[in-house]
């Protein structure tokens, strides 16, 4: 009988440990130590259940990273970020569309401060985030207090003498009143909540590879414009007048293409070493650019559809070409890719504009992939034809049909031009193009391109035709949408569609409100500039399940990171180690963001409770309605 007794409790124990296991799968000791005379570590030893990790400092598209937050600094300064003692392991992960940082077993993070000397006192909480194959827990704090002395003896020249205290119990530990002042690297800031995040945004691999291929695009359809398919042959004689043949023909057409690729790149190079990372961020949204961009998308446009000639003084192309014959070796062969580059300006140029334009204000490294992209599509077409001269014959003539694809490209470029008047208007809140007055243009333009193609050309008939046929059928698909209709088929370009239902703009109301009606809460990281956003808004959200949900169980709140409305009084804080000041309405969202869910991409989704805790994994730009739905339920 007594062993059975011993077993049961044994087995209640060991039930009872299991679930304790399961409920708390991270354990963390809290630590402070000096490690040199006048610096101190502070160290967050974690030790994770097996099947479950933690995630690193990195900044990742939907897990919580981890970051530290200091409610109180005082006789102390921050050296550096939160950093782990070991390299976390790399993976892709689907449900994020993105990779992630992690940790398995055991992790130690760390933290650096300067004493000052005298009383200090450290308070604040450890955020972390952590998974299991099936389940996360939502972002946990752990929280933290130190206070001691640091002495140093100036006099005698003796070591100095730290002698610091640690407590650590959330419900009664907290710091005197007169500790409560701030010193973050001894910037004057306001008393509040300052968080430190890892590390600086990482480049999104998928956007890359969606920026390359857009300039693989682009390189491909300059190839079919009247300024560059005609050079191919000149550019076949070029090497069959040089007796090239054999290996040293395979060699000199290689080169061609390398050179080719080499002037693009440098482009895209210099492109972004004129505007700089830290200035990427900006333009997305900043009104100059965006109607810089505008202007400069207008002209380009302009000049392909006839109205006037853009092009290089004739006089540089003669100058370099005349080098390039003079030239031997591969200097010979550079020259003459040169030469292709400058001749063909009047017809690439607009391409390489508008490209870039859209390239610039998506990535850092955009216009470099962009270019490589563009070159690379440029440059296939002419080594090809050079190694392999026959295939000329079978290659389609010379003839109006180019002046036809140029056309058609100069009312694309006027289009999409509108895209970025759009942003500047949006932003700034100027209401001078609304979303019927931009589809009202796009009809007129579709319309345009048909009477062009109609009026001034006779040969190219089947070619004719058919753009005019798409032109047509795309005017006539966008006029439902001036009487609301969505036409998801531009909602990554025009002005969002107006709110529908019950949408709150500000994070404090919107929590407010769902505490005081017992609902959860939907917020939704965005942006005017937004282009994915746009697609969640005429896709997902248009699904009437999704907006049923959505109005009945959530409060929603619509947070735009790029809102330029002034704060009534600007706001310094600390965000990656450096000092910032929040100057408008979009800086404080984006802030939030960065800070509390450890990411800065949009669109970002999160549902939370009335006092802010998250209640489910985060989710960003994904078009599956139903994973969407399921998600919210």
């Given at each position: 009988m007594k062993q059975r007794i011993f077993l049961l409790l044994l087995l209640v124990f060991c039930i009872a440990s299991s679930a304790q296991h399961v409920l708390n799968p991270v354990s963390v000791k809290t630590s402070i130590a000096n490690v040199v005379e006048g610096e101190a570590v502070i160290s967050f030893d974690i030790n994770i259940s097996p099947g479950w990790h933690v995630y690193s400092v990195e900044e990742m598209n939907g897990p919580t990273q981890a970051s530290i937050t200091f409610e109180t600094i005082h006789g102390a300064q921050l050296i550096g970020n939160l950093t782990p003692t070991a390299t976390p392991q790399k993976q892709y992960e689907e449900m994020f569309s993105s990779e992630v940082f992690y940790f398995e077993n055991n992790v130690v993070f760390q933290q650096r401060v300067k004493l000052l000397g005298g009383h200090y006192a450290l308070s604040g909480y450890l955020t972390y985030g952590a998974c299991n194959n099936e389940s996360c827990t939502p972002p946990t704090d752990e929280e933290f207090s130190f206070s001691g002395d640091y002495i140093v003896k100036k006099e005698t020249g003796d070591s100095a003498e730290s002698h610091p205290s640690v407590s650590y119990n959330k419900e009664t530990d907290s710091v005197p009143e007169e500790n409560a002042e701030q010193d973050i690297n001894n910037v004057d800031t306001p008393a509040g909540t300052y968080t430190f995040v890892g590390t600086e945004p990482r480049e999104d691999y998928a956007s890359l590879l969606w920026l390359f291929a857009l300039g693989f695009a682009g390189g491909l359809v300059a190839l079919f414009t009247p300024c560059v398919w005609p050079i191919i042959p000149l550019t076949v004689s070029f090497f069959l007048k040089r007796g090239a043949g054999g290996r040293k023909g395979t060699q000199a057409a290689l080169l061609y293409g390398v050179s080719i690729i080499i002037i693009y790149v440098t482009l895209g190079l210099a492109v972004t070493a004129a505007f700089g990372a830290s200035a990427l961020n900006d333009l997305s949204t900043n009104a100059f650019f965006n109607i810089l961009f505008f202007l400069m998308l207008v002209v380009f446009g302009i000049s392909f559809i006839g109205g006037f000639d853009l092009s290089l003084p004739s006089s540089w192309a003669g100058k370099v070409d005349s080098k390039a014959?003079?030239?031997?070796?591969?200097?010979?062969?550079?020259?003459?890719?040169?030469?292709?580059?400058?001749?063909?300006?009047?017809?690439?140029?607009?391409?390489?504009?508008?490209?870039?334009?859209?390239?610039?204000?998506?990535?850092?490294?955009?216009?470099?992939?962009?270019?490589?992209?563009?070159?690379?599509?440029?440059?296939?077409?002419?080594?090809?034809?050079?190694?392999?001269?026959?295939?000329?014959?079978?290659?389609?003539?010379?003839?109006?049909?180019?002046?036809?694809?140029?056309?058609?490209?100069?009312?694309?470029?006027?289009?999409?031009?509108?895209?970025?008047?759009?942003?500047?208007?949006?932003?700034?809140?100027?209401?001078?193009?609304?979303?019927?007055?931009?589809?009202?243009?796009?009809?007129?333009?579709?319309?345009?391109?048909?009477?062009?193609?109609?009026?001034?050309?006779?040969?190219?008939?089947?070619?004719?035709?058919?753009?005019?046929?798409?032109?047509?059928?795309?005017?006539?698909?966008?006029?439902?949408?001036?009487?609301?209709?969505?036409?998801?088929?531009?909602?990554?370009?025009?002005?969002?569609?107006?709110?529908?239902?019950?949408?709150?703009?500000?994070?404090?109301?919107?929590?407010?409100?769902?505490?005081?009606?017992?609902?959860?809460?939907?917020?939704?990281?965005?942006?005017?500039?937004?282009?994915?956003?746009?697609?969640?808004?005429?896709?997902?959200?248009?699904?009437?399940?999704?907006?049923?949900?959505?109005?009945?169980?959530?409060?929603?709140?619509?947070?735009?990171?790029?809102?330029k409305t002034a704060l009534d009084t600007p706001v310094r804080v600390e965000q990656n180690g450096k000092s910032r000041t929040l100057r408008t309405i979009g800086d404080k969202w984006s802030y939030l963001q960065a800070s509390r869910y450890g990411t800065q991409t949009q669109p970002f989704y999160i549902i939370t409770d009335a006092e802010g805790r998250m209640l489910a994994p985060a989710r960003s730009y994904d078009e599956d309605a139903e994973a969407f739905l399921k998600w919210l339920k």
């Amino acid at each position: 009988m007594k062993q059975r007794i011993f077993l049961l409790l044994l087995l209640v124990f060991c039930i009872a440990s299991s679930a304790q296991h399961v409920l708390n799968p991270v354990s963390v000791k809290t630590s402070i130590a000096n490690v040199v005379e006048g610096e101190a570590v502070i160290s967050f030893d974690i030790n994770i259940s097996p099947g479950w990790h933690v995630y690193s400092v990195e900044e990742m598209n939907g897990p919580t990273q981890a970051s530290i937050t200091f409610e109180t600094i005082h006789g102390a300064q921050l050296i550096g970020n939160l950093t782990p003692t070991a390299t976390p392991q790399k993976q892709y992960e689907e449900m994020f569309s993105s990779e992630v940082f992690y940790f398995e077993n055991n992790v130690v993070f760390q933290q650096r401060v300067k004493l000052l000397g005298g009383h200090y006192a450290l308070s604040g909480y450890l955020t972390y985030g952590a998974c299991n194959n099936e389940s996360c827990t939502p972002p946990t704090d752990e929280e933290f207090s130190f206070s001691g002395d640091y002495i140093v003896k100036k006099e005698t020249g003796d070591s100095a003498e730290s002698h610091p205290s640690v407590s650590y119990n959330k419900e009664t530990d907290s710091v005197p009143e007169e500790n409560a002042e701030q010193d973050i690297n001894n910037v004057d800031t306001p008393a509040g909540t300052y968080t430190f995040v890892g590390t600086e945004p990482r480049e999104d691999y998928a956007s890359l590879l969606w920026l390359f291929a857009l300039g693989f695009a682009g390189g491909l359809v300059a190839l079919f414009t009247p300024c560059v398919w005609p050079i191919i042959p000149l550019t076949v004689s070029f090497f069959l007048k040089r007796g090239a043949g054999g290996r040293k023909g395979t060699q000199a057409a290689l080169l061609y293409g390398v050179s080719i690729i080499i002037i693009y790149v440098t482009l895209g190079l210099a492109v972004t070493a004129a505007f700089g990372a830290s200035a990427l961020n900006d333009l997305s949204t900043n009104a100059f650019f965006n109607i810089l961009f505008f202007l400069m998308l207008v002209v380009f446009g302009i000049s392909f559809i006839g109205g006037f000639d853009l092009s290089l003084p004739s006089s540089w192309a003669g100058k370099v070409d005349s080098k390039a014959t003079q030239a031997t070796g591969f200097l010979s062969i550079f020259l003459m890719a040169f030469t292709l580059a400058l001749v063909s300006f009047s017809c690439t140029g607009p391409i390489i504009g508008f490209l870039l334009v859209e390239v610039v204000t998506s990535n850092i490294a955009g216009p470099i992939v962009g270019m490589l992209g563009f070159s690379l599509a440029l440059a296939l077409p002419f080594t090809l034809f050079a190694l392999f001269p026959g295939w000329l014959k079978s290659a389609p003539k010379s003839g109006s049909w180019m002046q036809i694809v140029k056309i058609t490209l100069g009312y694309i470029e006027l289009a999409f031009s509108l895209k970025f008047l759009s942003v500047a208007d949006l932003t700034y809140g100027w209401g001078i193009l609304p979303r019927t007055l931009f589809i009202t243009v796009w009809i007129v333009l579709s319309i345009g391109l048909i009477v062009q193609l109609l009026m001034q050309f006779r040969n190219a008939l089947k070619l004719r035709l058919t753009l005019c046929i798409l032109a047509a059928c795309f005017a006539a698909y966008l006029v439902p949408g001036l009487w609301g209709a969505p036409v998801k088929a531009v909602s990554a370009f025009a002005p969002p569609m107006p709110e529908t239902g019950r949408v709150i703009s500000d994070y404090e109301e919107g929590l407010a409100l769902a505490h005081k009606e017992g609902k959860r809460v939907f917020i939704d990281f965005t942006g005017y500039g937004c282009v994915n956003c746009r697609k969640m808004e005429a896709t997902v959200f248009q699904d009437p399940r999704i907006t049923e949900t959505l109005e009945k169980d959530y409060i929603v709140i619509r947070l735009y990171v790029d809102d330029k409305t002034a704060l009534d009084t600007p706001v310094r804080v600390e965000q990656n180690g450096k000092s910032r000041t929040l100057r408008t309405i979009g800086d404080k969202w984006s802030y939030l963001q960065a800070s509390r869910y450890g990411t800065q991409t949009q669109p970002f989704y999160i549902i939370t409770d009335a006092e802010g805790r998250m209640l489910a994994p985060a989710r960003s730009y994904d078009e599956d309605a139903e994973a969407f739905l399921k998600w919210l339920k």
